[in-house]
């Protein structure tokens, strides 16, 4: 099991940046793929990004590409989260993830979950 913290939440206004940040407890963080998911008010959990254990390959949903980026600091067993150009539909609780996966964009595939940040996008 990975215990995961995620950090970097808060308030911002539309069209800025914020970089969420989730550390990982595990001994060999390069052996896990990392996702990061979101959760608006009224709507179930999504997936927004994942990058493979090699750091290799990574997907992004159609609704961030080009606006996020996910990446991974091994020797600090973190995987970041940079969201430039946010938008209102941008809110959201923001969750890591840990699969043993070498990548995936399915929530079932990741056993171990963050606790989740808050991200306000004000418009």
């Known amino acids: 099991q990975v215990q995961l913290v995620e950090s970097g939440g808060g308030l911002v206004q539309a069209g800025g940046s914020l970089r969420l940040s989730c550390a990982a407890s595990?001994?060999?963080?390069?052996?896990?793929?990392m996702g990061w998911f979101r959760q608006a008010p009224g709507k179930e959990r999504e997936f927004v990004t994942a990058?493979?254990?090699?750091?290799?390959?990574?997907y992004y949903a159609d609704s961030v590409k080009g606006r996020f980026t996910i990446s991974t600091d091994n020797a600090k067993n973190t995987v970041y989260l940079q969201m430039n150009s946010l938008k209102s539909e941008d809110t959201a609780v923001y969750y890591c993830?840990?699969?043993?996966?070498?990548?995936?964009?399915?929530?079932?595939?990741?056993?171990?979950w963050g606790q989740g940040t808050q991200v306000t996008v004000s418009s």
């Open positions: 993830a840990a699969s043993t996966l070498y990548i995936s964009r399915r929530e079932a595939d990741f056993g171990s």
């Open positions: 595990v001994r060999t963080f390069s052996n896990y793929a």
């Open positions: 990058i493979s254990w090699s750091g290799g390959s990574s």
